[in-house]
């Protein structure tokens, strides 16, 4: 009887090791946060300023932080920007003032986007790398990712335009493609019961650190809807009747972060408004492989 007794007392405590080594942590009402990010150095997409998050975190875990600020399951309704604060960007200083009448835009052309060209595009990466991450590491990466994007045998529809100073470093960059996206700019996948067209989307929007404060932001999203209402317009214009049917171009699409004030105070100057937000998994670069850490998005579209 003893052993009896004893056996069940050592089943009883292995299934207490269970639970408490597998069952437990996914269980906890815990919230997991980044640690304090400083102010990021750039205007870019992300905020995330050289913080490399938290890799294969729980299913559970990634759901509950981010009903920390939405409690959609997939995607939620668009809400009012609301009044996000005055616009950061003050009137420029006349050393700024003197800098930003030296930088010239331009969209790369064939040669720059090359894999095997003049490395413009490995400059444009490493600029996006700093700009998001704070840093360089992981910029193999990025242009990798971006080759994918932009090069001319990629495929896609897509262009970069940069903002350059008189020896052609690249200060300020941002992309844009025609991609299969929803009424609200999201992919089919999110939200499966729109009608998914090739719709303009904005991306990889960053200005250096020294050229901030001079407009630069700005002035590269509008050249993005002047490209849209001239060159795609004209494209599709050019198209049969049938064809044109696949593509939208009323409205430029993107997203941000919530928690990245200084953006959205940008899009938000320059017309855009929220069409929807997201709980998704930003991809952060590393030396040699990328970490997701969960976000909120919200998905910006300005009427052209």
């Not at 490399?52 to 995607?75: D, F, K, M, V, Y």
């Not at 509008?222 to 317009?233: G, I, K, L, S, Y």
Request: aromatic share 8%; charged share 20%; glycine share 8%.
């Amino acid at each position: 009887a003893r052993r009896v007794r004893g056996g069940a007392g050592a089943g009883l405590s292995l299934l207490h090791l269970v639970c408490f080594l597998f069952i437990l942590p996914h269980a906890l009402p815990f919230t997991l946060s980044p640690p304090s990010l400083t102010a990021p150095s750039t205007l870019s997409i992300s905020r995330l300023n050289g913080f490399h998050g938290r890799n294969n975190l729980p299913a559970r875990s990634r759901a509950r932080i981010c009903s920390n600020i939405c409690s959609a399951a997939r995607w939620s309704p668009a809400q009012s920007l609301g009044k996000l604060g005055e616009l950061l960007v003050g009137k420029p200083t006349e050393v700024e003032e003197l800098k930003r009448n030296e930088v010239t835009f331009r969209n790369l052309d064939y040669l720059d986007l090359s894999t095997g060209g003049n490395g413009k595009l490995q400059a444009v990466a490493a600029l996006c790398t700093r700009g998001m991450f704070g840093s360089e590491v992981g910029a193999l990466w990025v242009y990798q990712n971006f080759a994918a994007k932009y090069a001319p045998d990629a495929g896609r529809k897509s262009v970069i335009i940069v903002a350059e100073t008189p020896d052609q470093t690249v200060v300020g960059c941002v992309g844009m493609e025609l991609m299969l996206l929803s009424e609200r700019g999201m992919s089919w996948w999110n939200d499966p019961s729109s009608v998914t067209k090739l719709r303009p989307y904005v991306s990889d929007l960053v200005v250096d650190s020294d050229y901030q404060r001079m407009g630069l932001g700005q002035q590269l999203l509008q050249r993005c809807e002047t490209f849209v209402q001239t060159e795609w317009a004209d494209e599709v214009d050019a198209m049969k009747p049938l064809e044109r049917l696949d593509y939208a171009l009323d409205k430029v699409f993107l997203k941000v972060s919530l928690d990245n004030t200084k953006a959205m105070n940008l899009y938000k100057k320059m017309g855009y408004r929220e069409c929807a937000r997201a709980p998704e998994e930003l991809l952060i670069p590393t030396h040699d492989h990328y970490i997701e850490w969960p976000v909120l998005n919200l998905y910006l579209c300005k009427q052209l």
